[in-house]
T-cell receptor, first 110, second 115 residues
Framework: GEDVEQSLFLSVREGDSSVINCTYTDSSSTYLYWYKQEPGAGLQLLTYIFSNMDMKQDQRLTVLLNKKDKHLSLRIADTQTGDSAIYFC??????????FGAGTRLTVKP | DAGVIQSPRHEVTEMGQEVTLRCKPISGHDYLFWYRQTMMRGLELLIYFNNNVPIDDSGMPEDRFSAKMPNASFSTLKIQPSEPRDSAVYFCASIPWGDSLDTQYFGPGTRLTVL
């Protein structure tokens, strides 16, 4: 497809793990990104993964990449209320443009 | 609604020249963001405004960059003097308010090339 696809909503309980999934479009994407948008703030780069990797871990964040299926996921361990935000998946295209998903709205319940 | 409007769409200039990028947010939106996108760094937040007031400019790379928002319907990002490493796509985005999870509305971007 032509769109980067993400589920629009995810709700988890505090302390649980959150997994946000994304399907991207361009199998030649060099970098794949996860951004976080909190209320009243700009997009913040959370993490990125280079296309020759299949996993990247950074503290509570784990990124998994399945190039065959063009599937990217972000796992947040021990999710906290402060993790409530919109999470955007993004890919780079051949012309160096970026394509963003519509964002997954994560709600963390106490 | 016309969406977020940016101009110019493409700009090619020589090193040392002043560059001014323009943005018109969606009418009624209180927040305006300036981003820079490069291959190596992805999308970087440069600065954002709330009700025309700069809130966080910690992403502005250096003193050569400045941004203004003289009124609710117009903002500029200026680079003086420009350098080849400033070549990127510059996006402007706006959101209605800051107290809810609301997706940002992006402009089409200005592709800047500094020779």
């Amino acid at each position: 497809g032509e769109d980067v696809e993400q589920s629009l909503f995810l709700s988890v309980r505090e302390g649980d793990s959150s997994v946000i999934n994304c399907t991207y479009t361009d199998s030649s994407s060099t970098y794949l990104y996860w951004y976080k948008q909190e209320p009243g703030a700009g997009l913040q780069l959370l993490t990125y993964i280079f296309s020759n990797m299949d996993m990247k871990q950074d503290q509570r964040l784990t990124v998994l990449l399945n190039k065959k299926d063009k599937h990217l996921s972000l796992r947040i361990a021990d999710t906290q209320t402060g993790d409530s935000a919109i999470y955007f998946c993004a890919e780079t295209l051949n012309n160096n443009d970026m394509r963003f998903g519509a964002g997954t709205r994560l709600t963390v319940k106490p | 609604d016309a969406g977020v409007i940016q101009s110019p769409r493409h700009e090619v200039t020589e090193m040392g020249q002043e560059v001014t990028l323009r943005c018109k947010p969606i009418s009624g939106h209180d927040y305006l963001f300036w981003y820079r996108q490069t291959m190596m760094r992805g999308l970087e937040l440069l600065i954002y405004f709330n009700n025309n007031v700069p809130i966080d400019d910690s992403g502005m790379p250096e003193d050569r960059f400045s941004a203004k928002m003289p009124n609710a319907s117009f903002s500029t990002l200026k680079i003086q003097p420009s350098e080849p490493r400033d070549s990127a796509v510059y996006f402007c985005a706006s959101i209605p308010w800051g107290d809810s999870l609301d997706t940002q509305y992006f402009g089409p971007g200005t592709r800047l090339t500094v020779l």
